[in-house]
């Protein structure tokens, strides 16, 4: 059997959460000379949400996706406009999504969206998710994890339904292999999705989205403080406080807070290289 070839790309990068900021994503592709037909982008997730025009985003998203030129892994807010568009969830007044639900194509992106993965491997060196891997979790426990949460995400509209609703709660589930059901899959979606600070066993502190200096619950750490050795590089987004600066021999941290007037963040894989684009750009 003939083994299909992997394809080079003359330039692969990750960028950081675009949060619906077209003007700041385009600003960023045009400072990369972004050619979609030779270069591959890698994204964090959070797609859509606060920024002045999500609709525009996903659907370049989508466009780029489809013809190879991108992937992307899903974010909270991802989630949660898959979760307000079956209904689960109000709108956010705070999140700039009514245009995704009044466009004709709004089932057609939605249902594209839901497919998407929580985890992937750029490269041989790299791994990428929208908030993190928590120190209880081998990689290779991560991505069969992921995979258990992306085949629910996945599938039918009933499935779905089902699904959505039991994914949101204030209160952490204490990781345990033997979690089963929806409480399983609301643990999962919590540690790639909303994670930030936890303690060494995984437990979650989902109220805490300040600076790395600033006080912090006692017994809770940044998920990445907690000394794991890792066989691949963890990107990931999510921490817009960060202003992707975090930057070690385990970790890279790319959401530069851009919809807070920080920036948008591109980081190249071949080299490490991080491009970046000012995100002052007008929200309304």
Known sequence: MKKNKTKHYRHQYVIGDLQGCFAAFNELLQA??????????????????????????????????????????LGNHDITLIATWRGVL????KDKTAAIFAADDC?????????????????????????????????IETAGYAKELEKQLGGSLKQLDRLLPNLYSKKSDEWSDKLNGYKRMRAIANYLTRMRLCT??????????KTLDDD???????????FVVRERRILFGHWAA?????????????????VWGGTLV???????????????????
């Not at 949400?49 to 985003?57: F, H, I, P, Q, V």
């Open 242 to 258: 960060l202003r992707a600066e975090v930057d070690t021999k385990f970790v890279r941290a790319l959401d530069g807070g851009c």
């Open 107 to 139: 089932d057609e992106l939605l249902n594209w969206l839901r497919k998407q993965p929580l985890l992937v491997f750029p490269d041989e060196k790299t791994v990428l998710t929208h908030a993190g891997i928590p120190p209880n979790w081998s990689i």
């Open 90 to 93: 109000p709108p956010k007044p």
């Open 32 to 73: 990369l000379d972004f050619d979609e037909t030779q270069d591959k982008l890698w994204l964090a997730g959070d797609i859509v949400a606060r920024g002045e025009d999500s609709l525009a985003t996903l659907r370049e998203v989508k466009r780029l996706a489809d013809m190879g030129a991108l992937t992307t892994v």
């Open 216 to 226: 912090m619950p006692m017994d809770f750490r940044p998920w990445f403080e907690w």
């Open 266 to 284: 591109a980081y190249r894989l071949a080299d490490a290289k991080v491009i970046a684009v000012s995100g002052d750009v007008p929200l309304d």
């Open 200 to 209: 060494a066993s995984g437990l979650l502190e989902f109220s805490f989205k």
